[in-house]
T-cell receptor
Framework: NAGVTQTPKFQVLKTGQSMTLQCAQDMNHNSMYWYRQDPGMGLRLIYYSASEGTTDKGEVPNGYNVSRLNKREFSLRLESAAPSQTSVYFC???????????????FGPGTRLLVL | GQQVMQIPQYQHVQEGEDFTTYCNSSTTLSNIQWYKQRPGGHPVFLIQ?????EVKKQKRLTFQFGEAKKNSSLHITATQTTDVGTYFCAGRASGSARQLTFGSGTQLTVLP
């Protein structure tokens, strides 16, 4: 099991450029998430997908779009990048054990994005 | 919306000293989770607490969930250099909330 994988690891964009961050999980999880992490602000939820075919806005969705391509893949798109979107982006998926009594979020390694 | 406050933001301790981080939610939680993130790494799940007043231990780490299910703490006894990192709490609101709300984290530095 690779767990949660993300590409690319690093990216530099100019203001106004677009890009898609890719995320995939091989744990057969239904729920997937995109977070951004900025210094001193913890992890803030951008979008999430509770199951294949559904997506919902999180705390900071403006400037982003998502696609839940299938159960494995959940992508995040920046249509017109801005310097305020410079951040580290983490994808995560949620697994359950003990009959849903225990949940665990598994995070990918992150994408470090710099927007100039 | 739900807010999760975490203090302190930074903590420097001498190796062997104890460390505690506190988490407080604006709303009642169905569960609270704790994560550790090493410098340059990604958050890694440590534990989940579900029951009011619950206390769980993992070696030198002790996790508590408050009676009102609105606050939690993580205590590390006799810190080691391997404990360095940022510790996050994350709460799930009661009801059908599907997302976790993360605290801002406590960055722990352990001086040898």
């Amino acid at each position: 099991n690779a767990g949660v994988t993300q590409t690319p690891k690093f990216q530099v964009l100019k203001t106004g450029q677009s890009m898609t961050l890719q995320c995939a999980q091989d744990m057969n999880h239904n729920s997937m998430y995109w977070y951004r992490q900025d210094p001193g602000m913890g992890l803030r939820l951008i979008y999430y997908s509770a199951s294949e075919g559904t997506t919902d806005k999180g705390e900071v969705p403006n400037g982003y779009n998502v696609s839940r391509l299938n159960k494995r893949e959940f992508s995040l798109r920046l249509e017109s990048a801005a310097p305020s979107q410079t951040s580290v982006y983490f994808c995560a998926s949620t697994g359950y054990s003990s009959g849903r009594a225990r949940e665990t979020q598994y995070f990918g390694p992150g994408t470090r994005l710099l927007v100039l | 919306g739900q807010q999760v406050m975490q203090i302190p933001q930074y903590q420097h301790v001498q190796e062997g000293e104890d460390f505690t981080t506190y988490c407080n939610s604006s709303t009642t939680l169905s569960n609270i989770q704790w994560y550790k993130q090493r410098p340059g790494g990604h958050p890694v799940f440590l534990i989940q607490l579900v029951k009011s007043g619950e206390v769980k231990k993992q070696k030198r780490l002790t996790f508590q969930f408050g009676e009102a299910k609105k606050n939690s703490s993580l205590h590390i006894t006799a810190t080691q250099t391997t404990d360095v990192g940022t510790y996050f709490c994350a709460g799930r609101a009661s009801g059908s909330a599907r997302q976790l709300t993360f605290g801002s984290g406590t960055q722990l530095t352990v001086l040898p």
